[in-house]
């Protein structure tokens, strides 16, 4: 199948295949390019409410009047936020105990230690979901229900698949830590006297190191280059081939070896697809700003439940403006997912989108690297002769 027809079927299966939906949306909610939040709104008006200006009198103002940062007190500067007094940030102090920072900062952790687990949880359940649907709707050309692509997803091959990325990002800090070390070896001859003294040699030192960073920001570059073509493929062979993790790893580079011109096509043809909908997302944020705006307000009103929550709960045990940070704390990420429930949509497709054509990808090019060729066992003729022949 060429790649042509390859992304024509894709293209058919994430509009047709709607139970992919919901496995791809967790997957843009969990994968670190998904969200566009820093995106900036109204960019006709941006340097008005974006300028710093330094005035005389020693004062910065952010973001028009809203935000005033005063430094002309002998004591420590006054932040004055419209709307409200003064000194306003200074209770967080005054009226706290030690204990209540305490409580903040335990909160804090807790809610990125969940933050952490469930995006693990949902970023390998949904890749393993969109894997093995796609794969197995090419085995029996039928579309699976939720159900059952949950099933699919929640198995060994999830764990499998975080096992692969850990493996790989454990391997790449310690690599790339005694790289690193190696790089700027050369400044620690600075602190011998007698080096320290020439000045051609600190010269010499100092060229060695840019020098060593040079090729050490060249070794990081390239190795994510070939990890964004390998593992890719890498996971496919975990989910439709069913290797362990280390075969699978070998699986991925072997692949890139053997068949590199299919691999490098599939990867340059998903960078093309992945530049295109980087510029549509301009378009498609202004034609969704209306939505946009709907959504936040439901994230307002969603979220506000376990702000309350929280709030009520903590402020049993700490002062009361630190109990209203800890709720607000819980309700932000829902508040996000909420508001911007559009672009993670859209995201969502672009996810199932770009799995499924790795997957279809794999599947054509995987058959012919994988067939080796067998020993010829030259008794075979004579005993099919013999047994023929009686």
């Known amino acids: 199948m060429e790649t042509t027809q390859i ?49 005389n009198s020693s004062t910065l103002h952010f973001m028009g009047q809203g935000l005033t940062i005063d430094f002309r007190s002998p004591g420590a500067p006054i932040v004055h936020v419209e709307g409200l007094e003064p000194g306003w940030y200074r209770d967080l102090s005054a009226d706290a105990d030690l204990s209540d920072v305490w409580v903040l900062l335990i909160s804090t952790g807790v809610l990125l230690l969940i933050c952490i687990l ?47 990325d850990l493996w790989i990002a454990l391997s790449l800090i310690l690599i790339f830590g005694v790289l690193f070390f190696l790089a700027i070896s050369p400044l620690y001859l600075l602190g011998f006297e007698s080096t320290a003294e020439n000045t051609f040699r600190i010269v010499g030192v100092s060229l060695l190191t840019v020098a060593g960073l040079s090729l050490f920001g060249a070794l990081v570059f390239a190795t994510a280059i070939v990890l964004s073509i390998t593992q890719p493929v890498m996971r496919r062979a975990c989910a439709v081939d069913g290797l362990g993790v280390a075969a699978s790893i070998r699986q991925g580079l072997s692949l890139l070896k053997n068949r590199f011109d299919r691999v490098m096509i599939t990867w340059l043809v998903w960078i093309g697809i992945r530049f295109a909908w980087t510029i549509a997302c301009i378009p498609a944020l202004i034609i969704l700003s209306p939505v946009i705006f709907f ?35 819980f309700g932000l990420p829902l508040f996000i997912l909420v508001t911007f ?50």
């Not at 090419?138 to 579309?143: R, V, Y």
């Not at 439940?305 to 630190?322: D, R």
């Not at 054509?364 to 004579?382: C, G, S």
């Open 341 to 390: 429930s559009p672009i993670i949509f859209l995201s969502g497709l672009i996810e199932v989108f770009k799995s499924s054509f790795w997957t279809l990808s794999y599947r054509e090019f995987r058959p012919l690297a994988r067939i080796a060729p067998q020993p010829v066992n030259k008794l075979e003729p004579v005993e099919f002769q013999v047994a023929h022949a009686a």
């Open 118 to 164: 469930l995006a693990i949880l949902f970023r390998y359940t949904s890749q393993a979901a969109l894997i093995r649907m796609v794969d197995e709707n090419e085995h029996t050309a039928k579309m699976v229900r939720v159900g059952r692509g949950l099933r699919l997803g929640w198995s060994r091959v999830a764990g499998k698949l975080f096992l692969i």
């Open 7 to 55: 992304l024509k079927k894709v293209w058919g299966l994430t509009w047709r295949y709607r139970a992919l939906w919901l496995f791809g949306t967790l997957l843009a909610v969990t994968a670190s390019n998904a969200l566009l939040l820093g995106f900036n709104w109204g960019d006709e008006d941006i340097g008005a409410r974006n300028q710093i200006i330094f005035p």
């Open 295 to 329: 959504t936040m307000l439901a994230g307002i009103v969603i979220g506000a439940v376990p702000v309350l929550l929280v709030a009520g709960i903590a402020n049993m045990f700490v002062n009361t403006l630190y109990a209203w940070i800890i709720g607000a704390l």
